[in-house]
């Protein structure tokens, strides 16, 4: 059953409260930092986390993607106090827990598929959780700067529920459905392989062949590297190709041919050999580029056109298709594709000639038949596409994990398949039992969207109870109120950059602007973990019990002092909503020295754009004007105050922006040209759709 869900306006934080006899645990909130991309930090990785993704799409290497505004510009020369901002920023922004939830009732029933959908919907977990703790999909959509997300639940070999969430485009607001069609990425690869299996079942090609025997208009270069490339080598990753993803094609580019794309001839480099054929796993999207030509040469058809006839049909896959570039009048319900900062990207989405690899656009609820045809072939049973025997070829792993375009994982000693996606904008990913009919499939329209799509994995695992896929949580130690108040104070790591950390009845609260207050759970020697991530908080220098300072374990070299609460910035004002006095010193600080970081443009955008995001557009617009007044001819400053007015429905005041960002553009000389395209974009798209007479 396929439910709408359109999240609404993100509301306001909300922190439920926790019954008196359960442990006490601390809140933090602490004062704005600046997100910039600069040499340090290029694209706001700040934590980057190698970790082995071999199904990963085209990252290899995939970091901690923190989600930041559209500060596109380089800033020289970091200060110490810049850099630990920056970090406490993305800190911040991945960690935030908005809405935690602690419960020792009993659980309700989840007899129902609303039922369940609703607690998957409240329990999200991320990697490292304290037990008793979770957060909302709502608000984690909002922290990570996913505007969409798409998801499908399989229960008992059939589809429990459907839904979306957020919006398919930031620019337009319209919501996302079941029906929406997403770019699953490197999940067209598993979908994609049925179409070799079928053609091998028909006898049309063979897996175990060398590829160049039906392989016609592109010839694989000469190597000295042992060994036969075949189809089934090149499905399981094992034909020592080079070529791992790719970063697409703008709408308006010119888009090259599938053989050009091997020739190297497009923006990834020319196919080739560079490994012994069989010798490890070695991802190569590549290589499926090259089998996508070769099932054309030996079928006589276009790639749409055998996986429309040999999988898309048969399956039932309506809402499914490999055209690309995508028809869009014929495909309305489709998501644009999203940046870090949940911004549209230029052109709406990329294009992916490389069909085989990353080329599908499809809905979590059809993926679901794909699943649902492959659990059939793990059961021994013939599917609509393969048959048993052909199924079992598929299902087969090498080096452990890797099948024919799946990757096979154990968890609780029970198989699973499964694999994920990443192309620009869009990040998925799914994963189905072998047995019992069980399975997920999540799919978002960002660049962020990694990080939810494990977190929802993992609260449907533990709505559904699938054993093996939650890791165990941290224990909270309970603390006494007067332990817990010790604590409470303001800490400082440099100016207008402020921890404040007060004790609200049962617990303390820290609060960092524009972040709202967020629950810390003490556990054991003065170290308090950040509820619904990986980091923790150590207070140090305890005088009379009383610490002195606190540092955060991303930076654990970054102290932050105890300060006098009369040692006021311009922070503060903004945190107990003086907004006036705010603006009045920003703009003070910033004629005294207009290079102060503190005043920076980018600074104080980050801070205008996060307080929209958490409903405080009263306070945003004030800020916005005063980024305006001080940086006059900026057109970032305008965009910024164009989206503050856009998300407060002041269609005319957004107009009014969006035309003076339009004018500043070509003379602004801080823009790249990638920002000169991503602003002009926008700009034209928004004031496009408000002239059309939209909210």
Known sequence: MNRQYTAPARDPITIVRQPAETPKFLTFTMGIGCTTRSPAFPTCNYSRRTAYHPNAGHRSQRP???????????????????????????????????TTQRSHAAPPQLDTPEARQAAVERSLLAETWVE???????????????PGISVAVIRNGQLDWAAGYGVRDEVSGQPVTAETLFQAASISKPVAALATLRLAQEGIIDLDAPIQDFL????????????????????????????????????????PTAVELLEGKGNTDALARIEHVNSRFRYSGGGSTMLQVALSDATGLDFNSIMQSRVLTPLG????????????????????AHDYS?????GGFHVYPEQFPAGLWTTPSDLTKFVLEVQALAAGHDGKVLNAEMGKEMLSPVFGRVGLGLFINEYDGQPWFGHSGSNFGFKCDFRASFSGGNGVIVMTNGDTGYELCQDVIRAVAKVYQWPGMIPEPVKEVPMAPDELRQYAGDYAYGPDEVAFISFDEERLMVQQLPYPQMPLAPIGNQRFQIVGTEYHVDFSDL?????????????????????ETDDAWPVQDLLHENTAEAVRRY???????????????ARLTQMAMSIQMYNQPETAQALSECITAMYPTDALAWDALGQTHFQRGATQQAIDAYEA???????????????????????????HWLRAGHP
């Open 132 to 146: 008793g703790h979770a957060f909302g999909l709502r608000e984690r959509m909002g922290i990570l700067d996913v």
């Open 216 to 255: 016609v208009s592109f010839e694989l270069p000469e190597s000295s590297f042992k060994g036969t490339v075949t189809p089934r080598t090149v499905l399981n990753h094992t034909a020592g190709l080079n070529v791992s993803g790719f970063p697409g094609y703008q709408i308006d580019e010119p888009i």
């Open 543 to 563: 005088e009379s019990g009383t610490p002195q300072s606190m540092s955060m374990s991303f930076a654990p070299d970054q102290h932050a002092k105890r300060v």
């Open 342 to 346: 949940g911004r549209r990207i230029v």
């Open 661 to 687: 960002c339009l004018r500043l553009i070509p003379e602004d000389t801080s823009l790249t040209e990638a920002d000169r395209d991503q602003l002009q974009s926008r700009a034209i798209a928004r004031l």
């Open 587 to 601: 703009l003070q600080m910033h004629e005294a020295d207009p290079n102060d970081p503190v005043v920076g443009r």
């Open 317 to 336: 896959m309506t809402q499914s298709t490999y055209e690309q570039p995508l028809p869009i009048e014929s495909w309305p319900n489709h998501s644009a």
């Open 64 to 98: 901690n993607h923190f989600p930041c505004v559209s500060v596109d510009r380089t800033i020289q020369g970091l200060n110490p106090m810049s850099i630990r901002l920056a970090f406490t920023t993305a800190m911040m922004i991945f960690v935030c827990t908005l």
